[in-house]
Structures are given as structure tokens and as C-alpha cells.
């Protein structure tokens, strides 16, 4: 058992993506999540999940529950001392004693960052649209961008709370992903029309600006959880068109109805559906970076023994994270073997 005194010894940082089995921890940690239960016997318990910049851990407090409970809630820091476990296949820490910070820890340890640098990320959105060449569509992106304000705030806000590209730099990192993939589905369907799929793929999750507080503890401003940045994007296009002359109004709207049905079904947020080809692909597009960035992010950092992750309460199933193993040489000789006798029959 860890000693009380353990709490005050200084030691360098247990970033969670290291914490093995066995492992001693005294480090500062985020709590993301804390929930109060108690066991068959009657004793309170508490569970939490812990996080720093580089992962999620879930801990748990036998002895002093309430005690500890007392001494801070979800989104503050706490220094904790335990044990890193296995239990049922999943690693977990056994907290032994914990405190609050005797000074506010470095914003740093907690912060996640986008792997990709913003300056360059904000050039490479600003190459893309560059491709715009309605002229109307063209002065609305201007606006936008001629704003230091708002390219300032795009370079560090969060896409989300949990699922993805949910760090700083993640809505941009996004929204260049998105725009990226729309440029190449209009080269696809040339019936599409390129700069309004381009542009909406810009303008799509701006609300989330003001949806969202800024990392370390992502939270929903009162906009967010009373609006959404589905209403809030389409008052900040409102905004902007203010300003341009002589836009046209079927362009406009349907500008809006590209950011309000992005989400594609009423049961994911979206108050319409997805009305012409446009916004069928922004949708699309849309779906598929959040689904590749959140899922592989959540394989990456998946702790689970095993080629199969932990369940995803999202998704509701388990999640095949081992490679394909690449064939032996004998094997590879073969299938060309194969494949040159098929090519014979035709």
C-alpha cells in the first residue's frame, strides 16, 4: 500500500499512453469523468476517468470515497497516487490517495493538440478555397477569412467533446479534411456543383466556435447546449452576408440548408434532411472523417489485451484493431503462381 506521504514526493509526469501493469503512479490527471456507487456491502466507492494530453485511463477509489469525492468534481485536476491493473482485460488504476494541486498545474499536461501544425493547416484551407470561382461564393469565403477573429478561433477550437477531433486545432483540422475530400467527390460527379459543396464544407461547423469551451476540459457553452452549432453556424453565415451585396437569396438559403442537414437524419441533430445532391455529399463527407478520425484514434489508444478493442458504447460493438500480416515469401510466390494461371482461362 502506497504511503500517504507519497503524494508530496516530486516525480516527473505518468503519461497515461505509458502506464503499464504494475506501474506506481503520483502524477497530475484531469478527471473527465467521476461517478459515486457503492458495493454489495454497503461501502461508497468512487469510479473516474482520468486523462491527460495523451489518453484516457479509468481509476477507482475503494477506501475514502467520500472523503476524496469532497475534494473536487469533473474538469478539475487532482494528483493522484495508485496502482495500474488489469482488470477484465482493461488497464485501470486503484487509487490509494489523492489531492488537489498545491498550484495550477501547466495547461500543457492536459491539452491535446492536432498533430498537424495550424499555420500550415490554415494555408492549406486557404489553397483550397482559393479554387472557388463564383464570385459570390468567393466574397462570402473572403469575408470569412478577412476576419482575424474568427481564423483565430478556428485554429484552436475542438470539433467535439469526445468522439472526434476533439483537441486543440481539431475543427480546422476537420474542416480542411472535409473541404479536401469535397474538392475530389466534385472532380468525381461533375454534376456537382464544386464551389457550393467546397464552401459548404468550409462553412459547415463554424457554430462549433461557439459551441464549445476551449480544451483542456471541453465543455458546452450555454449557446451549445441551447442552440447547437447547427443554428448557431447559420446566424454566423447571417452575419457575413450582411455585409456582401447583391448575394442571392436561393444561394443563401441553400447555403443554410447545407450547414442545418449536414448531420444527415433527424435522430443525429439535423432539423432537415438532406434535400439536393449537395448536401447528400457534404453529409457523406462529412460522416466519414469524423467516423475514421474518432474510431482510429479510439483503437490507437485502446489499452485492451488482444487483437479486439474494448466495447464502444457509441457504436455498440468491438473493434478489430490488428493488421492484415503480410504473406510469408513462399506465400507471395504462390498467389503470383495463382494469379498467372487465372489470367490463362480468359
Excluded at 107 to 132: I, Q
Aim: include cysteine; hydrophobic fraction near 40%.
Amino acid at each position: 500500500m502506497m504511503k500517504k506521504n507519497d503524494l508530496e514526493k516530486a516525480s516527473s509526469h505518468a503519461w497515461i499512453r505509458d502506464i503499464i501493469e504494475e506501474d506506481r503512479i503520483d502524477s497530475c490527471y484531469l478527471v473527465r469523468e467521476k461517478s459515486q456507487g457503492t458495493t454489495r456491502n454497503g461501502k461508497p466507492f468512487l469510479t473516474l476517468t482520468l486523462s491527460d494530453r495523451t489518453g484516457e485511463i479509468p481509476a477507482v477509489v475503494w477506501e475514502k470515497a467520500e472523503e476524496f469525492s469532497s475534494l473536487f468534481v469533473e474538469g478539475e485536476a487532482v494528483v493522484v497516487a495508485g496502482l495500474a491493473s488489469s482488470y477484465r482485460g482493461r488497464l485501470q488504476v486503484t487509487v490509494s490517495a489523492l489531492k488537489r494541486p498545491e498550484k495550477e498545474p501547466d495547461s500543457s499536461l492536459f491539452c491535446e493538440t492536432s498533430p498537424m501544425d495550424p499555420a500550415r493547416m490554415m494555408r492549406s484551407l486557404k489553397e483550397v478555397l482559393r479554387g472557388v470561382s463564383d464570385p459570390h461564393l468567393r466574397a462570402l469565403v473572403d469575408r470569412f477569412l478577412s476576419d482575424r477573429k474568427f481564423t483565430a478561433l478556428l485554429k484552436n477550437a475542438p470539433a467535439a467533446k469526445n468522439f472526434h477531433h476533439s483537441y486543440l486545432g481539431g475543427l480546422l483540422e476537420h474542416t480542411l479534411s472535409v473541404c479536401e475530400m469535397a474538392v475530389q467527390i466534385a472532380r468525381h460527379y461533375p454534376r456537382l456543383n464544386g464551389d457550393l459543396l467546397v464552401v459548404s464544407a468550409f462553412l459547415h461547423d463554424i457554430g462549433k466556435i461557439r459551441e464549445f469551451t476551449s480544451p483542456p476540459n471541453i465543455e458546452y457553452t450555454d449557446e451549445g447546449r441551447l442552440i447547437g452549432h447547427l443554428v448557431s453556424g447559420v446566424e454566423m453565415l447571417n452575419e457575413k452576408l450582411e455585409g456582401i451585396k447583391s448575394f442571392p437569396a436561393d444561394l443563401a438559403i441553400r447555403l443554410k440548408h447545407l450547414i442545418l442537414s449536414h448531420h444527415g437524419q433527424f435522430d443525429f441533430g439535423s432539423p432537415k434532411e438532406p434535400a439536393f445532391l449537395e448536401a447528400f455529399a457534404l453529409n457523406f463527407v462529412d460522416d466519414i472523417d469524423a467516423k475514421i478520425s474518432g474510431l482510429g484514434r479510439f483503437m490507437e489508444r485502446d489499452r485492451r489485451e488482444g487483437a479486439w478493442t474494448e466495447f464502444h458504447r457509441l457504436f455498440r460493438r468491438y473493434l478489430l484493431k490488428g493488421d492484415i500480416v503480410p504473406p510469408e515469401k513462399g506465400s507471395e510466390e504462390e498467389m503470383v503462381k495463382i494469379s498467372s494461371e487465372q489470367a490463362s482461362l480468359f
